[in-house]
């Protein structure tokens, strides 16, 4: 099975095999191949899914969401963009539509109830192997789609100072702070004060002068 070592540490961290995991290492092998520079460069991306995706790319590529180099966008896809510094493109990676990728239903089943913390049968962990190793195996061209993208990196996470909100008291990165009416709130008040649901009309993100 190609790439066994490397999947074999990455599933050691992960807690467990799966199909997601896997094809995060095959797009992480893939940006090292095909974006320029990424093997020695500092790789962004935005993954577009919250799963086991998200460990297998941040593992294997060194981006991750703790750095600020991983941005996570859940639209509930098997799919990222990669860039690399003043690469002047990003390349966006996509599990084909019918590839390896996407197994039977029973797959995700089994998925599932490891994400519980559930122990799978033989005849299960003999179902996931085959599709780890399918993925694992697969001819890139097979397993993936490439498109280069001209969208610009996500910006890198923002810090800076803390400053308290003005409901609870409690420090929040001033970055994080909403300006409601003149007040500054963190998240959780900032949407308590409108009664748990924010208006149609008004800024996704926290906005301060």
Same mark, same amino acid.
């Given at each position: ?14 807690? @467990? ?16 191949? @095909? ?8 790789? +962004? ?43 002047? @493109? ?15 239903? #029973? ?17 299960? !962990? ?14 890139? !061209? ?7 993208? #001209? ?9 800076? +100072? ?34 748990? @649901? ?12």
């Amino acid at each position: 099975m190609e790439y066994e070592q490397e999947y074999g540490s990455l599933m050691e961290s992960h807690g @467990h095999s799966c199909p997601e995991l896997a094809l995060g290492l095959r797009m992480a092998v893939a940006v090292r191949y @095909h974006l320029p520079n990424a093997s020695s460069a500092a790789v +962004r991306g935005l993954a577009e899914s919250v799963g086991c995706l998200v460990d297998g790319i941040q593992s294997a590529t060194g981006a991750t969401v703790g750095s600020g180099r991983l941005v996570l966008e859940n639209n509930g896809k098997l799919a990222a963009t990669f860039w690399v510094p003043q690469g002047g @493109h990003g390349l966006r990676l996509q599990a084909k539509p019918g590839g390896a990728a996407f197994p039977e239903q #029973a797959i995700w089943d089994d998925v599932e109830s490891l994400r519980a913390g559930q122990d799978l049968d033989d005849s299960a !962990q003999d179902r996931m192997g085959k599709v780890v190793a399918a993925i694992l195996d697969a001819e890139p !061209q097979d397993l993936l789609v490439f498109e280069e993208v #001209a969208a610009p990196q996500p910006e890198a996470l923002r810090i800076g +100072r803390f400053d308290n909100c003005m409901d609870c008291n409690e420090p929040t990165w001033y970055v994080r702070l909403f300006n409601h009416n003149g007040h500054k709130m963190c998240g959780p008040c900032h949407l308590a004060s409108h009664g748990g @649901h924010l208006p149609a009309v008004h800024p996704k993100d926290p906005v301060l002068d």
